[in-house]
Each structure stands twice: as C-alpha cells, then as structure tokens.
C-alpha cells in the first residue's frame, strides 16, 4: 500500500502481479505508463495520487476480452449496451472494467470507477481524476503512434483541461481519416468541452 489509503481488497505490488498475469506483455507495459502517468499528473494538479494510480493500473482490466465476452458480461450483468456500443463492442472494455474492478478487487470509490469506465470515450463534465486518466491513457510513455505526443505531453503537464480538448480533436480526426466511425459519447464530449473553452474565452 502506498500513503496512507488503499482503494483495492489487496496491496498495489499483489494487484501489480494480478495485472501482469492476466495482460499480455504490451498491454502490461501500457498500463504500467498509464498508472506512472496518471499519478504523475496527480501530484502535478492537486488529485489524489493514490486514485489516479488505482485506476490507471485497472483502466484496461477487460480489454483482454474479446467482442461477445464483453457483450455476454455486459448481459450478464444488465450493463446497458449503447448502439454505438453494439456496432463496437470493444468500447465496453471501460464499462466491464469498471465493474471487474468493483467486484473482483472491491474498488468502491465512484471517482476511480467512472475513470475507469469513461477512459476510452470521455464523457461531458469529467472530474479531474477521469480528466487525468484519460489523457495518461493517450500519453504514457509507451505510447508512440499518436499524433503530436510531445505536444500532448507539454499540454497535459501545463494545462490538462487544453491536453484534453486536443486529444479529442486528434481522436475525432483520426477517427475520421481512417473512416472508422466516431462514438457519439467522444464526438458529445469534444463539443462539451469546446463550449466550455468558449464560454471562457468571451468571459476573458
Ligand atoms: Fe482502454
Ligand atoms: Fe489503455
């Protein structure tokens, strides 16, 4: 355990070891620099380390999963499925994480859960704590196909409210060049975010 709070039914090393087994070596790699990531930021912009680290750690639980796993738990456990969900089942790996890391390793905080859950699409009027997530998730260091990381990277230690705009925007445009489609929740959450940034701008 480190500081004084645990939010997980085992230590950090032992759920460490947990993660190492069930994900393959890349996704481990990543969650590790999500984990490292999101705490970073943490201490950075006044969050909870301990949360951020938690749920960077648990943030990819189910991406092992394949499509009907996560549309069979999903079922299972009378999770709604979104339509946009139905067409891209991997979406729900946030959703069925977010309930795996509840059940099986007793995360009861709301916070660490919906940072869990909304990693991969956002949604409007994130916490801190899901802001940071998210952009750790886009950022870690083993990360290296984004587009302008760098870039990112400065943003999300600077200003992570800008970091997260921008990596919406690069999400939505790539989404849209390689004519996969675009959730409608990150599409929501880019136009939230960008009415937010102008309802700034004309107070300023
Ligand atoms: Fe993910
Ligand atoms: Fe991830």
């Known amino acids: 355990m480190i500081g004084n709070e645990s939010y997980v039914n085992c230590t950090i090393p032992e759920l460490i070891l947990s993660l190492e087994k069930r994900l393959n070596p890349k996704r481990f790699l990543h969650t590790m620099g999500v984990a490292q990531t999101a705490a970073f930021l943490a201490v950075l912009h006044g969050e909870s380390r301990e949360k951020a680290l938690t749920a960077g750690l648990l943030h990819d639980i189910a991406k092992p999963f394949s499509d009907q796993e996560l549309m069979d738990f999903c079922k299972r456990e ?67 196909r984004q587009q302008k990381l760098n870039k990112r990277r400065q943003q999300a230690v600077a200003d992570p409210g800008k970091a997260l705009v921008k990596i919406l925007k690069d999400t939505v445009k790539y989404l849209g060049q390689t004519g996969a489609p675009v959730d409608p929740m990150t599409q929501k959450t880019l136009e939230w975010y960008q009415a937010k940034a102008a309802k700034k701008n004309r107070k300023e």
């Open 78 to 144: 009378q999770l709604p499925i979104s339509e946009a969900e139905a067409l891209a089942p991997y979406l729900l790996h946030g959703k069925v994480g977010a309930r795996l890391a509840r059940d099986e390793f007793g995360v009861k905080d709301p916070e660490i859960l919906n940072a869990i859950e909304f990693h991969t699409t956002g949604r409007p009027d994130m916490s801190l704590l899901e802001i940071l997530v998210f952009i750790a998730d886009y950022i870690e260091p083993s990360r290296d």
